[in-house]
Nanobody, 120 residues
Framework: QVQLVESGGGLVQAGESLRLSCAAA????????MGWYRQAPGKQRELVAR???????NYADSVKGRFTISRDNAKNTVYLQMNSMKPEDTAVYYC??????????????WGQGTQVTVSS
């Protein structure tokens, strides 16, 4: 059994910063791509940023230059540093990861989501 446990959400004012963390736990052989998605009320879930095990990253245009994704492979943990936050960043943020539980079996997993609210 594999779980993604998120932390770090909350309420901030516009211009402030917040850092999200997501740790993969359970029966893990290796972790491939890890990423963050978000879903605002009435909108579809969208990619925010993702990072490979070799630390190659890509970002949504709306967060480029403000958000930074990173990971600690030894801890199977991914981080999202969010700076210069805007009210439109308000959403539930979900961690996502491709995890191999053995050499032959992988699955895609989602975290439970953490609320991020940015007030103007």
């Amino acid at each position: 059994q594999v779980q993604l446990v998120e932390s770090g959400g909350g309420l901030v004012q516009a211009g402030e910063s917040l850092r999200l963390s997501c740790a993969a736990a359970g029966s893990i052989f290796s972790v491939n791509v890890m990423g963050w998605y978000r879903q605002a009320p009435g909108k579809q879930r969208e990619l925010v940023a993702r990072i490979t095990s070799q630390h190659v990253t890509n970002y949504a245009d709306s967060v480029k230059g403000r958000f930074t994704i990173s990971r600690d492979n030894a801890k199977n943990t991914v981080y999202l540093q969010m700076n210069s936050m805007k009210p439109e960043d308000t959403a539930v943020y979900y961690c996502n990861a491709d995890i191999w539980s053995s050499r032959w079996h992988s699955n895609n997993y989602w975290g439970q989501g953490t609320q991020v609210t940015v007030s103007s």
